[in-house]
Every structure is written in C-alpha cells, then in structure tokens.
C-alpha cells in the first residue's frame, strides 16, 4: 500500500529517542516517550531541587489543572467533567463504589473487556457479572447488548477498543441499551484515547476511562477520568481521598465534602512527574494535529494488514477496515518466542495467546512495516 498520508507527520520521529535506535511498534504497550516529555520531567526535578514543597503552591497545582483542561479540550469535555487518579483501576474502582446495589446489583461486561475492567466487580460479592459473548472472538455486534441488559442491571460497562483484537466498538448498541434500563453507561477507552478520535458525550457514555500510558505518549502514575457533568452530584463515592475533598487545604478530618466536580472521584495525591510527561505528549497530539495523527494510524495499519496477507499469514483483526484500529495480531506458532528473537533484531512488538500483537502509530513508517514483516517472516 503506497500513499501513506501526512508525511510530513515523519519529521516528529527525532522527536523520540528509542525511534533513533529501534523499530518501535509497541504502542498500544507503551507509547515512545518524547524529549519534550523528557524535557518537562527535567524541569520537575529541577523544581524539587530549588524550591521543594512549595513547588506544590506555586507551580505544580497549576501543571496538574493544566492538564486536566487538555484533556477536557482533546475530548470536547468541560474540565469539571474531568479527573485524575493513579490508575485506571483506581479510577474505576472509585465510580464502582459509588453504586448502589441493593436494587440492581447486575454488571454486563463484554467478554473480550481488559480484566481489570470486569475485576472492579467480580470482587464485590453483591454484584452479578454478566458477559456478552462474541460470535467471532474478535468483536461484540451492537445489537448484543440489549440481549443482557435488563431492569436489574446497574452497569454497562465495556472497551472503546479491545486489547486483544484491536476491534473498534460500534458503543451505539451497549448505550441504547443502558440507557433503556436506567443504568450507567461506562467506557474503558484506555487503548482508544490516542489513536481514535475520543467524545465521550458523542458515543453517550456517563463515564469514560483512560490514560496517558499507551498513544497518549505520557507514561505510567495518572489516569483520566470522565463523568457527565449531569450525573456527577448522583455518584457518592464510598472510598475517598483527600484530593476529592472540597476545601482539601483545610484539612479538616471530622467531616467529608465531596467536591461539587469530577474531582470528587480523585484517589491520592497525582502524579506529578506523570503529569508533566502527559503534558509532553498532549501538546506533540495538539501541534501535529489529532485528525493527520488519526488518519496515519488508520493508513499504516492498513498497510500493514496488506503485507501480512501478502506474506502469507493469518491474523485476528476485523474483517471492516472501518472497526480496525493500530492493533494487529498475527498468529506465530511461538509468539513469545518471535517477539524475543525479534528484540534481538531491535524490532520491538508483544504478543498475546498465540500471536505476535504489533501497533504502528503516527511516528512509524510503510519502511519498518515492511522491516517487521521481513524479520517476523525469518522467526
């Protein structure tokens, strides 16, 4: 496939390091980390050195609302609408306790969702989990949802894009049918946000999860967290933490206020290295322009789709280029074994049960497509 869009998207590669030195097809993993990002992490640590904590009053209290107000504009979300946790898992596990089970205690997950997405509720004995099978092992037809979902259920909650097959959810159906049945409607977008255009009010969720660890460039420690503005005041969370307090700076321990935002659904002090690296990676999204970095995904991985069936080999992808996303599994008879050998070549990709899980993002080229096909070809 010829005609990779956005070419010039290429000059951003002496922008990360590892490119320089690897074939970097890992992202959906762990995004390559940037100098900007490096850069940011430097000023961090030169704040700590020359003014300690009162780096927290003056500065870094401002670089955490920074954040949260890029993550607000790349998701067309008010800021209030936005949190930050450690985690997805703590992000999700804050909204867990905010439900109510006596009445409903039904969660439906689809059963290609992340485990930790289904763990925040398998570890409540109140809960009944419930999963939505799929037909082909690769996606969930939107009409599904509304076979599992019922007046007992609390939570629909699924993946934007499944980690194991890189499959774009079509959420229409899974919303629809929450919204029939009175219940929440949450979206793991943790492997989405990067890659694919992110709107959390335009697929209709009431609470939308990520972070900046994958396509986001930014790096482990931080999660963003997203909750309708309308359905904020409803959710009480049981677990809590001094940042989800208001008028956290008083300090008082005889009483919880929870915050009137999002940031009542905080868990701990932030990150802030994370939230300085993340701030790297937003601003790279912002000057190259979300929509080129989009296309080049969608461009690359379709390139790559064509010379894996060029070579030869099976893959578990979608067969709709339209529910594909920067994830391409390609079956391997020794997929840790391949990815090993393929280290030692300095091409870096993963693998999942049996296959070989490579994800080009916008800093790749048609040139280490082709490497990657080549060398995995030799494993």
């Not at 609408?81 to 804050?94: F, H, K, T, Y």
């Not at 255009?197 to 609470?207: G, M, N, Q, S």
Request: a negative charge; hydrophobic letters at 45%.
């Amino acid at each position: 496939m010829s005609g990779i869009p956005h070419p010039e998207l290429e000059r951003w590669r002496t922008e990360f390091p590892i490119l320089q030195t690897r074939t970097y097809l890992n992202s959906c993993s762990l995004g390559a980390v940037s100098r900007r990002s490096m850069g940011y992490l430097g000023e961090y640590q030169a704040l700590w050195n020359t003014m300690g904590a009162s780096a927290w009053y003056e500065l870094w209290m401002g670089r955490l609302g920074q954040l949260k107000q890029s993550v607000a504009t790349m998701w067309n979300a008010r800021e209030t609408e936005i949190a930050l946790s450690p985690s997805v898992s703590g992000a999700l596990s804050s909204i867990a306790s905010s439900i109510d089970y006596r009445k409903r205690n039904r969660v439906v997950v689809a059963e290609l969702d992340f485990p930790t997405l289904v763990y925040q509720w398998l570890a409540r004995p109140d809960v009944e989990v419930v999963r939505v099978p799929s037909h082909d092992g690769i996606g969930v037809p939107p009409e599904r949802w509304a076979e599992y979902v019922d007046e007992r259920t609390a939570v629909v909650a699924t993946s934007h894009v499944f980690y194991g097959t890189g499959y774009v959810q079509d959420l229409s159906g899974a919303a629809a049918a929450a919204r029939r049945a009175g219940a929440l409607f949450l979206v793991d977008g943790y492997q989405a946000a990067g890659q694919i255009a992110v709107d959390p009010r335009a697929v209709d969720a009431d609470v939308y999860v990520a972070g900046p660890l994958k396509w986001l460039l930014g790096g482990p420690g931080i999660a963003f967290l997203w909750v309708r503005q309308e359905r904020i005041a409803e959710l009480r969370p049981t677990i809590a933490s001094w940042f989800g307090a208001r008028d956290q700076f008083l300090f008082r321990n005889d009483e919880l206020e929870f915050r009137d935002d999002a940031g009542r659904f905080s868990m701990g002090t932030p990150a802030v290295p994370t939230a300085y690296t993340a701030l790297g990676g937003l601003e790279i999204f912002a000057e190259a322009g979300e929509r080129k970095i989009y296309e080049r995904i969608a461009a690359l991985t379709e390139d790559l789709v064509q010379l894996a069936r060029e070579a030869g080999m099976e893959m578990k992808i979608a067969a709709d280029p339209a529910r594909r996303s920067g994830i391409i599994l390609v079956r391997h008879h020794d997929a840790p074994g391949a990815v090993h050998r393929l280290a030692q070549q300095n091409v870096i990709v993963d693998y999942r049960a049996g296959y070989v899980r490579v994800s080009p993002h916008f800093y790749n080229t048609p040139d280490e497509n082709r490497l990657f096909i080549d060398a995995l070809q030799r494993c």
